[in-house]
């Protein structure tokens, strides 16, 4: 608790106390502190356009058992590589339209890559007790000197390249170019500018996304929309019907 002198004003000796505390706390059970992950967000941010990085998937059936085994690996749906797209897509935009994108580079501001698929959050394992080497070679090098590791899951939705490459990336182009001429009108009557992906969506101003043919690609399509966190009139607005399409095809 923080102690006030008299006059309202912080005692300084004390603040100070509670900052060198934390930080040893920090330093003993190996996680990052508070106001690392805070100044981590005051960093120069990067104007550099984005990556993509699909990363290493792999998943497994549901409710299997076969030899002793209750579980199998999906072949299918399995990439033992990461596949990073060549076309890279303005910073700007990716944040106004994609939720993930906004968060991952608002605590990341100086990086210039998106990695996919989502993944849960990160765990801290201060009950260990073996050394930090021996961490980093069970769970890998999240943050160096750090006892985090990344949490396995199976079963998050496959992301493919082909429906970023071919469908989101052009959209987001379009929507940079749109966004553009709206902010040279706006200059010309008010200083005021779209900043928001609904501003996308007044009238004349939404942007229909492609849509592929076959229904598997529309659900990898769909599932690469959740996960980018992008906003919920793309898949509805006129000519871009994508959730009535997928139930029609299901139907």
């Known amino acids: 608790m923080v102690l006030y002198h008299a006059n309202g004003r912080v005692v300084d000796a004390h603040d100070q106390y509670l900052d060198d505390e934390a930080r040893n706390l920090a330093n003993h059970y190996r996680y990052i502190e508070q106001i690392d992950v805070y100044n981590q967000t005051r960093a120069d941010a990067s104007a550099d356009d984005v990556k993509i990085i699909i ?12 030899g002793g085994i209750e579980w199998e690996v999906i072949k299918k749906f399995r990439r033992k590589t990461p596949y990073t797209l060549l076309r890279a897509v303005d910073r700007a935009t990716l944040m106004m339209c994609s939720t993930f994108a906004d968060e991952h580079f608002r605590y990341n501001p100086g990086e210039r890559t998106l990695h996919l ?26 943050v160096h000197g750090k006892k985090l ?44 500018k779209a900043k928001h992906a609904h501003d996308l969506a007044r009238p004349g101003g939404a942007i229909a996304m492609g849509i592929p043919q076959a229904l598997e690609e529309k ?10 966190g992008l906003p919920k009139f793309v898949q509805l607005v006129r000519n871009t019907p994508l959730i009535p399409a997928c139930l029609q095809d299901i139907d």
């Open 55 to 66: 990363d290493e998937q792999e998943y497994i059936t549901l409710y299997y058992e076969k």
């Open 117 to 142: 698929p989502v993944r849960y959050p990160r765990q801290h394992h201060s009950a260990r007790d073996e050394s930090m080497d021996d961490f980093h070679k069970i769970f890998g090098t999240l």
């Open 219 to 228: 659900i990898h399509l769909y599932n690469a929309m959740l996960q980018l």
């Open 149 to 192: 590791a990344e949490q396995s899951d199976s079963q998050m939705a496959f992301i493919r390249p082909k429906e970023i490459k071919d469908y989101v990336i052009p959209w987001l182009e379009k929507v940079q170019k749109q966004s553009k001429e709206a902010d040279e009108e706006e200059d010309v009557r008010s200083p005021k």
